[in-house]
């Protein structure tokens, strides 16, 4: 079994950074892809940014040229490093991984990091 476990959210001011961390433990040959989402009160939840075991990336448009997601391969961690943030970032931060085990693929969702910015 995997268990994806974040942290790193909080409540920052307009402008601020946070960096997120999404650790993934358990039965892990390796990690393929992984995606941070986010779900803001009253919205669906929505990808905003995906990288592969390559360190290829991919980000949707509103956090473009202000997040950076990252891979620590010997870590098992995915980053999310946030700046420029802006109110409309308030939302509650999800990770998500395609992890390969033996011969199974799974997919794993964390329970979630809260993250505020405040005007």
């Known amino acids: 079994q995997v268990q994806l476990v974040e942290s790193g959210g909080g409540l920052v001011q307009t402008g601020g950074s946070l960096r997120l961390s999404c650790a993934a433990s358990?039965?892990?040959?390796?990690?393929?892809?992984t995606a941070w989402f986010r779900q803001a009160p009253g919205k669906q939840r929505t990808r905003i940014a995906t990288?592969?075991?390559?360190?290829?990336?991919n980000y949707t448009d509103s956090v473009k040229a202000r997040f950076t997601i990252s891979l620590d391969n010997a870590k098992n961690t995915v980053y999310l490093q946030m700046s420029s943030l802006k109110p409309e970032d308030t939302a509650i931060y999800y990770c998500?991984?395609?992890?390969?085990?033996?011969?199974?693929?799974?997919?794993?969702w964390g329970q979630g990091t809260q993250v505020t910015v405040s005007a």
């Open positions: 358990g039965s892990i040959d390796s990690i393929l892809t």
């Open positions: 998500y991984a395609t992890i390969r085990s033996g011969a199974a693929l799974s997919g794993s």
């Open positions: 990288i592969t075991s390559g360190g290829s990336t």
